[in-house]
Structures are given as structure tokens and as C-alpha cells.
């Protein structure tokens, strides 16, 4: 599930109904992550930041994914 929330919709939106959406990574980008070339990933389950560059997005993710599957367990 995607959910984009632009600069004029953000005060509309609280981090707390993006984690009621159930999403288990949330990825902020922003101006300066775009100027950057990377974006911020948020674990659901421990709060955990961390700035990954953009290009490595597609390979982390997955085995993010499979980490927090298996901490649940």
C-alpha cells in the first residue's frame, strides 16, 4: 500500500492515522532526501530511522520486511 502525502495535505494527516493504515514501513521523502538521493525508512515496530540512499530502496526493503516478520515470532 502506498499513501502520499503532500506538503499541503500533511497537517491534515498525524503519523498516528498513517500507522493505523497498518503499514509496517513508512518511507518519508522530502525536498532535501529527493536533493539527497536517498529517503528515510520508519520501522512500524520499533520507531527505528534510517536514511537509505534511493537506489538501495528496492533491496532493502525486502529483507527489512522479512527481519520484522520474523521478530514478531
Not at 528496492?58 to 515470532?73: C, N, T, V
Amino acid at each position: 500500500m502506498v499513501l502520499l502525502v503532500g506538503a499541503a495535505q500533511f497537517a491534515l494527516i498525524s503519523f498516528d492515522e498513517l500507522a493505523g493504515a497498518r503499514a509496517p514501513l513508512r518511507l518519508e521523502i522530502g525536498p532535501r532526501d529527493v536533493a539527497a538521493g536517498q529517503v528515510t525508512l520508519v520501522r512500524r515496530d520499533t520507531r527505528e530511522k534510517q536514511a537509505v540512499p534511493a537506489a538501495a530502496l528496492a533491496s532493502l526493503a525486502p529483507g527489512l520486511l522479512r527481519e520484522m516478520q520474523q521478530q514478531l515470532f
